[in-house]
């Protein structure tokens, strides 16, 4: 383990950007200066989701986790917020790299919305054809 005051990852999903802080402590997760059950007003499904990669490797209480995040959606920033801990946790504890990546929880999920096209009405979607 290498020393440092925190482990930094950064994480991104459509969107969103997610930038986390581990810091030894006892599992308080912060976001955007909010306590993470604020922040994502009481949604128990996504603040599981958050700490899916802490479960993982068992973990949660170990570190405070501090999350500046901007852009996208809720589930967005949510998708974000999860790599970013798993990219943290791997500058922590190189050993658990192979655990997280088997979980999947290293791949980032590089769907975007595509950009509108000029001459339609969205990014595919066209006028009507009629034929007379």
Known sequence: MADASYFYGLGRRKSATARVRLYKGK??????????????????TLLAEITDPLALVNKQK???VTI????????GQVD???LAIAKALTTAHSDLRSTLKKAELLKRDSREKERKK????????REQFSKR
């Open 80 to 82: 974000a917020i999860k």
């Open 27 to 44: 599992g308080t997760i912060t976001i955007n200066d909010k306590p993470a059950a604020e922040y994502l007003d009481g949604n128990k």
């Open 62 to 64: 170990e570190f405070d």
């Open 118 to 125: 000029y001459g339609l009405r969205s990014a595919r979607k």
């Open 68 to 75: 500046r995040v901007q852009g996208g959606g809720v589930a």
